[in-house]
């Protein structure tokens, strides 16, 4: 746990429920006399005993926001869900229209708060702004070069033109994920969902992802550190085309041990 953060109990709030002991992953809180009393080593902050305390008696410092009760955990509609899932596309054709501030600022809250292992948070969002376009030019130099090479051995890359739009489809918006992979996907999905809920469509475009990890020139753009690694690239913006029929899907590989 960083030193910024420490557990406070309130003794005169606190109940003694013991529901900060039951749900706290790292065990650093016990009931003593019938109060909650924070201590050990291996607090990882993750403010679940925060969370889960009905008095309001705990609470884990040196965060920027407060924390936000509610009467219950808002729950999505399964079915409406379900049929949203169904409906998106991977969207390759993108209106030029700008993306509100406010709806930015959503979709990379909708990352932050995505969990992360052992609570790290360690996902970084690098908001392509005016760089894009530079970027963009470098990787369509590379891959143009690439396919070349690799033509004559792929059947999908002798009909691809590789233009000048060819990794952000003059979307208005890109955002380059960082960290750990799991951590960074989870956050990349959360995004994704929320860009749809604003009306906006997503592509995740593993090419450019490959050239911002391999490419020192937009590494160095990137200010990607040694040993930092691009783990997913949302591009993102108003679609410019409509589908009108789901795509069909091979059956789930379920298997019983």
């Known amino acids: 746990m960083s030193s910024n953060h420490r557990v406070l109990i309130n003794t005169e709030k606190c109940i003694g429920c013991g529901a900060c002991v039951s749900d706290c992953v790292s065990s650093c809180i016990s009931i003593e006399n019938g109060k909650a009393k924070a201590g050990g080593e291996g607090c990882i902050a993750c403010g679940h005993f925060e969370a889960v305390c009905p008095e309001a008696a705990v609470v884990l410092t040196g965060f920027e926001e407060e924390s936000e009760g509610f009467n219950a955990q808002t729950r999505l509609n399964p079915q409406e869900l379900m049929k949203a899932i169904r409906t998106r596309r991977s969207i390759r054709n993108f209106d030029t229209k700008d993306i509100d501030r406010e709806i930015v600022d959503m979709i990379i809250e909708a990352g932050r708060l995505a969990p992360t292992g052992s609570n790290a948070q360690n996902t970084g969002f690098i908001v392509l702004d005016k760089s894009k ?10 891959f143009r ?23 952000f489809k003059k979307a208005p ?13 989870l956050a990349a999905e959360n995004m994704a969902l929320m860009a749809e809920a604003n009306g906006l469509g997503v592509l995740f475009s ?24 691009a783990i997913t690239t949302l591009v993102i913006g108003y679609p410019n085309v409509k589908y009108y029929r789901t795509a069909r899907r091979e059956k789930a590989n379920i298997r019983k041990v």
């Open 133 to 142: 376009q530079e970027l963009e030019r470098n990787a369509v130099k590379l």
């Open 145 to 167: 070069s690439l396919t070349g090479i690799a033509k004559p051995f792929s059947k999908f890359l002798s009909r691809v033109e590789i233009d000048d739009n060819f990794f």
């Open 173 to 185: 918006l890109v955002i380059v994920l960082t960290g750990n992979s799991v951590n960074a996907s």
């Open 206 to 229: 593993g090419f450019f992802t490959v050239c911002a990890n391999n490419v020192p020139k937009i590494r160095k753009t990137l200010a990607l550190k040694r040993g930092e690694k």
